[in-house]
T-cell receptor
């Protein structure tokens, strides 16, 4: 069945360093890949997304890359700040005009040390 | 503009009981999806409602049921609660088939 694997499960970086989180999806029909940030006691918040017709997307300090052949996609955060500390989830979905069910990875706990 | 509102925020129930969770979507959104998030895991899709009908369902037993009202708000019902149903239940709203999900803060359900 559909599956999304996410690595690493925990990541600790120094403030100002870069952080990279990687995901692999199983369903080759997946064509939409969002990333969510979840802070303690809150619901997931969309931070960036990418569709399969694009290989890379950037929004200020955040970027996402997609390799459709390898079924890999990654989140890159540059110049990390303490407020970036949270759990990050990748997800995959199939845009088929019928529904938009998201399959989530297991999450990465990012800790940015001041 | 209020986002997605869920109630209650926390709930404790006993095994075998029934529970109803509520969700009001973000203004302008007409589609509501429910997810279950176990501790330390990613959210898992339960089902989605659009035009008051269940449009798609994840791999959850029939004990999980839902409803969407004409004002687009939604309820999630779980019957015959099991200890394993303890989780954070998230409601997400969107406009039709667009992918711009907005999640609520969730209802933390504890089954004892």
């Amino acid at each position: 069945g559909e599956n999304v694997e996410q690595h690493p499960s925990t990541l600790s970086v120094q403030e100002g360093d870069s952080a990279v989180i990687k995901c692999t999806y199983s369903d080759s029909a997946s064509n939409y890949f969002p990333w969510y940030k979840q802070e303690l006691g809150k619901g997931p918040q969309l931070i960036i997304d990418i569709r399969s017709n694009v290989g890379e997307k950037k929004d200020q300090r955040i970027a996402v890359t997609l390799n459709k052949t390898a079924k890999h996609f990654s989140l890159h955060i540059t110049e990390t700040q303490p407020e970036d500390s949270a759990v990050y989830f990748c997800a995959a979905s199939i845009e088929d005009g019928a529904t938009n069910k998201l399959i989530f990875g297991t999450g990465t706990l990012l800790a940015v040390q001041p | 503009d209020a986002g997605v509102t869920q109630s209650p925020t926390h709930l404790i129930k006993t095994r075998g009981q029934q529970v109803t969770l509520r969700c009001s979507p973000k203004s302008g959104h007409d589609t509501v999806s429910w997810y279950q998030q176990a501790l330390g895991q990613g959210p898992q899709f339960i089902f989605q409602y659009y035009e008051e009908e269940e449009r798609q369902r994840g791999n959850f037993p029939d004990r999980f049921s839902g409803h969407q009202f004409p004002n687009y708000s939604s309820e999630l019902n779980v019957n015959a609660l099991l200890l394993g149903d303890s989780a954070l239940y998230l409601c997400a709203s969107s406009l039709g088939e667009l992918r711009g999900y907005t999640f609520g803060s969730g209802t933390r359900l504890t089954v004892v």
